[in-house]
Structures are given as structure tokens and as C-alpha cells.
T-cell receptor, first 113, second 116 residues
Framework: ELKVEQNPLFLSMQEGKNYTIYCNYSTTSDRLYWYRQDPGKSLESLFVLLSNGAVKQEGRLMASLDTKARLSTLHITAAVHDLSATYFCAVSHYGGATNKLIFGTGTLLAVQP | EAQVTQNPRYLITVTGKKLTVTCSQNMNHEYMSWYRQDPGLGLRQIYYSMNVEVTDKGDVPEGYKVSRKEKRNFPLILESPSPNQTSLYFC???????????????FGEGSRLTVL
């Protein structure tokens, strides 16, 4: 059974600092997704990582995927308050003809001024 | 505008009173799915549909039903709601099922359901 673990679950950081959120998963997969959720809102797709070594960057966020280590990271550079949200990683569990996403429990990021 | 639309967004109901949460997407996506979100548990899949008239159970299907009579609509039915179904529900869709797709899901705004 595919399990997805994120850490930390809660992250309080100061503006201007750097930090990394980790996403580990338990079985082989070559597809990983990062989503952002603002309080009371829907999930917004941030990154789609489709192969080993994939790296994608958007603004102050950079995501990478190491399928051999079963690890993805979401790196935050010089955090700003607008990045405060909950971040989810999700891993594709491909069985048969379906493409099911298994979600981590999320990382609540609070960026303090 | 491409979107996934859910209704109602908020609902308070009582145990045993049947309800339906509608979901509609205007992107001609084949794949649709329902998730529930609970604190500390992330998102868990309830049911999914790979295409019209093709549905299957996810991880937590008990107490729910779905149907897919049209490509754009995927309603979630709670025949006899119970308090443990109090949750935030999300409908999501994806362009195609299978390996040809990136698998990226597009989510609706969510429906917050409270069962008393």
C-alpha cells in the first residue's frame, strides 16, 4: 500500500528565510504533484513532476523529485507572507488503467513578518 | 473559464436525510473523482470515474454512491448521512485516465458538509 508522508506538518518561519518541505513515499512511483491550499479554499496545482531528477521552479518555490530515494522536496527561498498556506504532495499510484493520487497529510506553512 | 463547480458549498443537515452534492466540469475531462478532507488525514478518495458509466470505489466509499450518466457531471450521493460524514468534500477532474495523462487533478471549490 502506498503511503505518503510529509514533514514537517507545521512550519513557522520568518520572512526572508529559506526552508524545505519533504515528501517521502513508500512504493515505486514516477509521478509526484505539489498543491497549495489557502484556508477555506480549493487546492491549486503548483508542480507536476513526471520523472526522476525533475526540477521545477516558480517564483520562490522549487520542487524536485528523486524516484530512487522516493523523495520530493519543496524548497522555499526568501519566504514572504503570501506563501502562507497548506502544501500537499500527492503521489501517483498507477494500478491497471487508473491514475490514483495518494495525498500526504499536508504542511501548514506560516510565514511571520 | 475552465472550472469544476460544486454545489452546495455549505450544507448542514440531519442524520438520515438523503442529500446530493453535485459536481460539474466544463473541460471535457474523462476522469473525475471525489475526495474528502479531514484534519490530520489529508485527502482521501471516495469514488472515481474513468468515463461515462464507469465508476469505482476509492479508499473510503462506505456510505456514498455516485453516478456518471454524462461526461461533465459526477454527483455524490449520501443516502443516509451520519455524523462521521461531516467533512470537506472536493470534486476533481483530469483530462484523461491512464498513463497518457499527466494525472494532474483540477479541483472544485469544495463543499463543507455538517451532519447533526
Amino acid at each position: 500500500e502506498l503511503k505518503v508522508e510529509q514533514n514537517p506538518l507545521f512550519l513557522s518561519m520568518q520572512e526572508g528565510k529559506n526552508y524545505t518541505i519533504y515528501c517521502n513515499y513508500s512504493t515505486t512511483s514516477d509521478r509526484l504533484y505539489w498543491y497549495r491550499q489557502d484556508p477555506g479554499k480549493s487546492l491549486e496545482s503548483l508542480f507536476v513532476l513526471l520523472s526522476n531528477g525533475a526540477v521545477k521552479q516558480e517564483g520562490r518555490l522549487m520542487a524536485s523529485l528523486d524516484t530512487k530515494a522516493r523523495l520530493s522536496t519543496l524548497h522555499i527561498t526568501a519566504a514572504v507572507h503570501d506563501l502562507s498556506a497548506t502544501y500537499f504532495c500527492a503521489v501517483s499510484h498507477y494500478g491497471g488503467a487508473t491514475n490514483k493520487l495518494i495525498f500526504g497529510t499536508g504542511t501548514l506553512l506560516a510565514v511571520q513578518p | 473559464e475552465a472550472q469544476v463547480t460544486q454545489n452546495p458549498r455549505y450544507l448542514i443537515t440531519v442524520t438520515g436525510k438523503k442529500l446530493t452534492v453535485t459536481c460539474s466540469q466544463n473541460m471535457n475531462h474523462e476522469y473525475m473523482s471525489w475526495y474528502r478532507q479531514d484534519p490530520g488525514l489529508g485527502l482521501r478518495q471516495i469514488y472515481y470515474s474513468m468515463n461515462v458509466e464507469v465508476t469505482d470505489k476509492g479508499d473510503v466509499p462506505e456510505g456514498y454512491k455516485v453516478s456518471r450518466k454524462e461526461k461533465r457531471n459526477f454527483p455524490l450521493i449520501l443516502e443516509s448521512p451520519s455524523p462521521n460524514q461531516t467533512s470537506l468534500y472536493f470534486c476533481a477532474s483530469s483530462p484523461t485516465s491512464g498513463r497518457a495523462s499527466t494525472g494532474e487533478l483540477f479541483f472544485g471549490e469544495g463543499s463543507r458538509l455538517t451532519v447533526l
